[in-house]
T-cell receptor, first 115, second 112 residues
């Protein structure tokens, strides 16, 4: 298994800009979720995709959007960046829909800093 | 809504000490419970899980028992090692839900 790979590892953006974060999931993992982890906090659920369709969303505004592709890669897009968007963004994938039977495999994350 | 509360950190212990990290949860149904571990510079790794009341999850010497009556899932290890130093997250997943709800994490440091 190749694990979950995220890119870039670090990123600095200016308030108001747009950013795209990328994730490459393990082969066969049809589910991908994105989480935001602020410094010193636990990860917060942004949304989940299953077979290229969004099937769950947390308490995040519409300027957070995503895509999942047939080759097990996915993107998180954030528009109109705000200072509070500075965080570690984690991608997680799973073989099953809710990650109970097999658990989620997490990437190492992208550290986004908004200045 | 659903929530997870972990004991405040950081926790510092000597090698071979006994470890307990407390975790309690609030949920409307019958959630599955998890412990994830995050080593420096790495993503979260699933440490153990329990999917119903009285189940005991175990892995790498760590154990946690799903206690429905006290809504708790405390993590224990009988003898910790320096390599156990990491941040530990308790989490739950409601039946049929698509998300994990995490606690705030507990940073554990083991001194030789």
């Amino acid at each position: 298994e190749t694990g979950v790979t995220q890119s870039p590892t670090h990123l600095i953006k200016t308030r108001g800009q747009q950013v795209t974060l990328r994730c490459s999931s393990q082969s066969g993992h049809n589910t991908v979720s994105w989480y935001q982890q602020a410094l010193g906090q636990g990860p917060q659920f942004i949304f989940q995709y299953y077979r290229e369709e969004e099937n769950g969303r947390g308490n995040f505004p519409p300027r957070f959007s995503g895509l999942q592709f047939p080759n097990y890669s996915s993107e998180l897009n954030v528009n109109a960046l705000e200072l509070d968007d500075s965080a570690l963004y984690l991608c997680a994938s799973s073989r099953d829909w809710v990650g109970v039977n097999y658990g989620y495999t997490f990437g190492s994350g992208t550290r986004l800093t908004v200045v | 809504g659903n929530s997870v509360t972990q004991m405040e950190g950081p926790v510092t212990l000597s090698e071979e000490a006994f470890l307990t990290i407390n975790c309690t949860y609030t949920a409307t149904g019958y959630p599955s419970l998890f412990w994830y571990v995050q080593y420096p510079g790495e993503g979260l790794q699933l440490l153990l899980k329990a999917t119903k009341a009285d189940d005991k999850g175990s892995n790498k010497g760590f154990e946690a028992t799903y206690r429905k009556e006290t809504t708790s899932f405390h993590l224990e290890k009988g003898s910790v090692q320096v390599s156990d130093s990491a941040v530990y997250f308790c989490a739950l997943s409601e039946q049929g839900a698509q998300k994990l709800v995490f606690g705030q994490g507990t940073r554990l440091t083991i001194n030789p």
